[in-house]
T-cell receptor, first 114, second 115 residues
């Protein structure tokens, strides 16, 4: 079945460590996105990518990094520079980069700093 | 600045009662409009979207929404709520025909359904 797969579902990180969240899609979508969700805050955009080898910062990119070496994959690294990384992370994708296209979401990854 | 406001943080309705969730947006141009639903710990599922044309849009699970340009609103409605509708609902907007952008989401409205 086509869809967006995020892994792991649950991740625990010690302070000072970098962690990478995986996002893979087999929908042949051009654009991919990472959002962060905190209780009562809605979804905030971290990074997005319209095409391979290109990506743009969103509203809260500090402390995060991404790569887009393949169309299907858009991993997110949460670095030690991110001061408050505990959150629910959602990966999404869409045809094209225009927000007129529907964005489809993965099931999310929970990151907890211990 | 572009923004989306969902004025109600939490709403409780009785099963079988009607529902309306409010969404207001601030945008410089005609936007695309979306409603998504999220069950706890899950991703978001698209309920419906408005791009152009008829301002009353039908979606999945019996939901509908009406775009009112004069009020900058895109309220979500359902005539009879089921217990399974309890979830968090997000309104989102995006610019018309502008490549290289992503949706802007409201902060969400949590719906509880009482029996």
């Amino acid at each position: 079945d086509g869809g967006i797969t995020q892994s792991p579902k649950y991740l625990f990180r010690k302070e000072g460590q970098n962690v990478t969240l995986s996002c893979e899609q087999n929908l042949n979508h051009d654009a991919m996105y990472w959002y962060r969700q905190d209780p009562g805050q809605g979804l905030r955009l971290i990074y997005y990518s319209q095409i391979v080898n290109d990506f743009q910062k969103g509203d809260i990119a500090e402390g995060y990094s991404v790569s887009r070496e393949k169309k299907e994959s858009f991993p997110l690294t949460v670095t030690s520079a991110q001061k408050n990384p505990t959150a629910f992370y959602l990966c999404a994708s869409s045809y094209g980069g225009s927000s007129g296209n529907t964005i489809y979401f993965g099931e999310g990854s929970w990151l907890t700093v211990v | 600045a572009q923004s989306v406001t969902q004025p109600d943080i939490h709403i409780t309705v009785s099963e079988g009662a009607s529902l309306e969730l409010r969404c207001n947006y601030s945008y410089g141009a005609t936007p695309y409009l979306f409603w998504y639903v999220q069950s706890p710990g899950q991703g978001l599922q698209l309920l419906l979207k408005y791009f152009s044309g008829d301002t009353l849009v039908q979606g999945i699970k019996g939901f509908e929404a009406e775009f009112k340009r004069s009020q900058s609103s895109f309220n979500l409605r359902k005539p009879s709520v089921h217990w399974s509708d309890a979830a968090e609902y997000f309104c989102a907007v995006g610019p018309l025909g502008q490549a290289g952008t992503a949706l802007i989401f409201g902060k969400g409205t949590t719906l509880s359904v009482s029996s």
